[in-house]
C-alpha cells in the first residue's frame, strides 16, 4: 500500500486504544507522518467502546461533619438521564463497591 501524498510504502501498525481490548489497524507513512486507518478493525474497536460502562474518577468531598459525598459531573448526569429531586437508593454489596439503584417514579427509570 502506497502513501497517498509521497507514494512511499506505508506501514501496518496495530494500535492500541484506551478502554479497548482489541486494537485498530492502520497504515502509517515512515517519511511524511501520513496515515489512515482500516475500517474494519476500526469499527470493531469504535463498537466495543460504545458497548463499554461509563466509568469515571471521582474525589470524595467532606460536606459537613461526619457525612463525606460526591459531585455527578455532567457526563453522569446526562448518560443516565438524573434529575434534581431523585430519589436513588444505595447498596453496598461489599467493601470495594457501591451501587446505585434507581427506582421507577412517575413512569420513570
Sequence with gaps: MKCQRCTSELRKVLVSVEGAKQKAISFQCPKCDYFEFEPISS??????LKNTPL???QKVVKLSEGRLGIYF???IIRSINLKQGEEVYISIPDKKHLVMERKTVYGRK
Design 55 to 57: 466509568q469515571i474518577r
Design 73 to 75: 459531573s455532567k457526563d
Design 43 to 48: 469499527k470493531k474497536v469504535v463498537e466495543e
